[in-house]
């Protein structure tokens, strides 16, 4: 507490001398772990609201405590006095606790300093900082006058490294931290990330050589599911459940590719970006007979302007997906029978777009439904559950399953469902070969209870 209220007089340019401080290691250490703890309490008042603390803020205070050491050791060095080598850093941060106060303090209160007030005050506290360096040299200083000044802003400066190049090559981890950024920090999963991005690299190219070409003679269905909205995890679930139905039901198993935005897919499946996205149809153009064969398009996510979709995986920036790329994009692929499936707000101009003889779009705005927002859930939106975990599990077939959704009155009143289909494809899609029915469709509507005697039947 002596050296505490001794390092206060220091920062607020009172009158102090050397001997109103007490220097040993057990001082040095005490002042280092009260730094520390005083660093994460200012923190978690600079925090928004419903982070967490993260143990990566030791990172930061092992690297400036290092530096600390480091140019105190030059310091004394030049004092001739290896005392000033555990003297300088107690001074130092028995000083720094009112500067670090009144740093937070405008954090602190929620106020934004306009520009360019903002800048003047970093700066301000910046050139306290290192007043405040140069006086704890000059305090512990024993030179001749005439070198005392000087070495105490040589001295100064140097001590000050920590305040320079901390931001420029330290660790910036927080002590407290959103837990979205710190389950990033902790398992390097970065989306900007260079080992990130060498995996995309691969999962694409590995995803694409596995594609299977078309069969002759056989009406084969190629499934592509895009979800780019990373906010919610209803949109990668809806995404995995509408893959696992259509590669089970349908046969698209070798001929299907999921693109996916998610913190939990990063080095598991490729990013769904319309540049991957042009790729796959690409592709997938090449591989299938475009008189015969058919694309089976299925997008979920938030929505953007005029009617397109959102394309959201911070840091990056991702172009938003519409109506008028995905023609484009399908148009370039020389792909003919299209059946595109988009969950998303305002997707009417999905129809509007795209239908024409030999596509059919199959549009739902699940953001209508009061159980989910326009920016998705936690889970799969009535819609997709409905089409993927119940209707096409058990449809004889793709056009009948679509009519079944679109008549259902509880998703029609909640989502706006609509359905636009060309005599083309409808004609093509039935020709589409189906497997058995699971389990979960045949039993569809019986329920089963362990306990004695229960049985309930519902309808088949």
Known sequence: MRNLAAGA????????????????????????????????????????????????????????????????????????????????????????????????????????????????????????????????????????????????????????LPLWFAPLGGPLDGWWTNDDDADEAITGSNPASEPVMAMQGYLLDDALDDLEDERSGVTDLYFVGFAPDSRNDGFRKELDLAQDVMDERFDTRGRSIALINHRDTLTQKPFATLTNLRRVLQEIGDAMDP????????????????????????????????PESVKQLLDSAG???????????????????????????????????????????????????????????????????????????????AS????????GIDAQLRQVKRGAPTKTAALRGIAFDAGPGRFDNGRL
């Open 335 to 413: 792909i003919r029978f299209r059946v595109i499936v988009v969950s998303t707000c305002a997707a009417g101009a999905w129809i509007d777009t795209l239908h024409d003889d030999d596509t059919a779009v199959l549009v739902s705005s699940p953001g209508q439904d009061r159980t989910r927002g326009c920016d998705g859930s936690a889970e799969p939106s009535p819609f997709s559950t409905a089409l993927f975990g119940r209707v096409l599990r058990s449809a004889d077939s793709i056009p009948a399953a679509l009519a079944d959704v679109v008549a259902d009155p509880a998703l029609n009143g």
């Open 9 to 160: 007089r220091v920062a607020s340019f009172m009158r102090v001398d050397r001997s109103a401080f007490r220097f040993d290691l057990a001082q040095w250490i005490l002042v280092v772990v009260f730094s520390a703890l005083l660093d994460i309490a200012l923190d978690a008042l600079r925090a928004s609201p419903g982070a967490s603390w993260s143990p990566l803020g030791v990172n930061g205070e092992l690297f400036a405590l290092g530096l600390l050491m480091l140019t105190s050791a030059v310091v004394a060095m030049l004092c001739r006095d290896a005392a000033i080598f555990v003297a300088l850093p107690v001074v130092v941060l028995a000083a720094f606790p009112l500067l670090q106060v009144v740093h937070t303090l405008p954090a602190a209160a929620h106020l934004e300093l306009a520009s360019p007030w903002d800048t003047v005050f970093e700066l301000a506290m910046f050139g306290w900082m290192i007043a405040v360096c140069v006086r704890a040299v000059h305090l512990l200083s024993d030179s001749p006058p005439r070198h005392r000044i000087a070495r105490a802003l040589l001295g100064g400066l140097l001590l000050s």
């Open 291 to 322: 008189d015969e064969d058919i694309v089976m398009l299925y997008l979920t996510a938030g929505p953007e302007a005029e009617g397109g979709l959102a394309a959201v995986l911070p840091p990056l920036e991702l172009v938003p997906v519409t």
């Open 416 to 423: 706006g469902t609509r359905l636009s289909i060309g005599p």
